[in-house]
């Protein structure tokens, strides 16, 4: 007999005949396995860590309050399934229900230090108390958490243990998203939310339902993680970009009469001073396609930047082109502004729906607000796929983005993945450990650059919800998990999804009157700077198709007639 099958055939009988949880004390365990795993075996012994892995769950038998149980091989199906995934020391308790039915349940959560929890019950719905679990997690940092089930149906049945990394370091305090129908109208109800990470606590930002007209609200963005300023756009009832700054609240309507269309995409400078907008001429349609069932596409789509010192749009060639400038994302030091453009419409209109987009960034100097040369990162050529949402690591070593068959947006297409670009190697690379069958997109980092969150339809196929995923300092990303709910069945059986989550540092604290008073007055107008040169309908470009009067256009009008 080899020693690894008789090391393993050992504990197995060991945990069949007695339990674990009578030999050896919950710590002994942890501080055995510990050393098993972490530790160098000894040369000759064959021992691998996976090995080990496999006989520590072995040793965790009958606990001492259940003196009679049978063994289960057989994996327990539970909803939602967090094994195996890494979690954050500081997260709300992952509740859960037990898919198993049974007259009773007995569950118990430990690690390595600190008091083990344990839970009798009927209910297959299993809510971990708050204090416990945040003082288990708090204490077992970098260590694994066990979730250990015993149903009983007339005798008691031990399942596999369950084990869970916790990762050393904290996730933001708050997510906040986007709430809306799977399949909504102008007069459905949605909203911005702000979630507490840390318990179950969620605040309403803005609803609609709170004014008489059901105005659609979208776009959140904040800087660099900071819930202290904020962005939302407004729809169609009273419309216009809404500016949070410390608890002070202002309307601004960032349509000019030389763009297309009000700011759209957002980007903030880390100074705070400039946002990076899209303006855009979008379209979608629903398709018969249940793989991708709407399709949003740009006609056409250029980028601007809001001076807020100044108040106005300020327009660039290098920006405005023909081209499909889209989706901007600063550099964490303000000096670059990554984008992604696809080719402009062509006569034909063949390439208005199936284009595919490139990365592109390009330096920017906030001091003189000048541009320098666009750079080219990755195209559609190298990939075979089309590139969306790019969002740089607070390190700036990283670029997350998301790549689809074509155009750029993801929520609605089921073939949405994520994707690792290297900004130092100029590498990319899959991520197969969170990447699904279903839409993954709307993803962003923490603060502390060692978490990913990111809107996933995985399960259904309908609703979207947030996941998150650690990355470790190793450039790894972990297991992801979903975001723990007080009733882990929400939203399944609803008409909700939660998407576009963005992860702040704090509570985003304002009077929701002030609010309001802002939404019933007119937005404030911005400026136009137009320095640039008019070349096509396109973006801030359409100054000489709509402002003919303009000194700018009339100059150019004077020099094309004087090359005829």
Known sequence: MSTKFHTGFVLHQWRLKKGAGEIFGQHHLCVFFKRIVLGRPRAGTGFLPILFCLCFVSLLGCTQKIKDCSVSEIPLSVYPDYNAAT????????????????????????????????????????????????????????????????????????????????????????????MIGVITTDDDKQGIYQRNLYDFNVRTIFEN???????????????????????????????????????????????????????????????????????????????????????????????VLYDLALNSIVCDPLLATPDRENLPEWSPDGKWLYYVSAPAVNPERSNLVGARYSLLRIPFDPETRQWGKPDTLLTPDETGRSITFPKVSPDG????????????????????????????????????????????????????????????????????????????????????????????????????????????????????????RVLDAPPQPVGFIGDSTPDAFSGATRLEMIAPQTPLAKEKKTAEQGKN
Not at 106 to 125: A, D, M, Y
Not at 140 to 163: C, E, Q, S, T
Not at 455 to 478: I, T
């Open 209 to 303: 339902t709170s004014t008489e007209g059901r105005s659609c609200v979208n776009c959140h963005s904040f800087i660099q993680n900071d819930p202290g300023k904020m962005s939302l756009h407004f729809r169609k009832a009273y419309p216009g970009t809404v500016f949070f700054d410390q608890g002070q609240i202002s309307k601004y309507n960032t349509k000019t009469p030389y763009t297309m269309s009000p700011g759209a995409y957002t980007a903030w400078h880390p100074s705070g001073r400039f946002i990076a907008f899209t303006t855009n001429r979008l379209f979608e349609f629903i398709t018969s396609d249940f793989t991708k069932t709407v399709e949003v596409y740009d006609h056409a789509s250029d980028l």
């Open 87 to 178: 979690i954050p020391p500081n997260i709300a308790p992952l509740h859960f229900q037990i898919q198993e039915k049974g007259e009773k349940y007995h569950i118990e959560i430990f690690s390595c230090n600190g008091p083990k929890i344990s839970l009798r019950q009927r209910s297959p719905i299993v809510k971990i108390p708050l204090k416990k679990w945040k003082r288990l997690l708090d204490e077992n940092r970098g260590n694994d958490l066990f979730i250990d089930v015993y149903i009983k149906n007339k005798k008691w049945v031990n399942y596999p243990i369950r084990a869970l990394p916790i990762a050393p370091e904290p996730i933001d305090s708050t997510v906040v998203y986007r």
């Open 397 to 516: 070593r990283n670029l997350l983005f998301g790549m689809v068959d074509y155009g750029y947006f993801t929520i609605f297409d089921q073939n949405s993945d994520l994707y690792l670009f290297n900004l130092e190697t100029f590498t990319y690379r899959a991520l197969d450990s969170i990447n699904s069958s279903s839409a993954e997109g709307y993803h962003a980092w923490s603060k502390n650059g060692r978490w990913i969150v990111f809107s996933s339809k995985r399960g259904d196929q309908v609703r979207a919800r947030p996941w998150f995923a650690y990355f470790d300092r190793q450039d790894k990303v972990h297991k992801p998990f979903v975001l723990p709910q007080e009733d882990p069945l929400f939203p399944e059986g609803t008409a909700w999804q939660l998407n576009r989550p963005v992860l702040v540092d704090g509570q985003i604290r304002f009077d929701p009157k002030d609010l309001h």
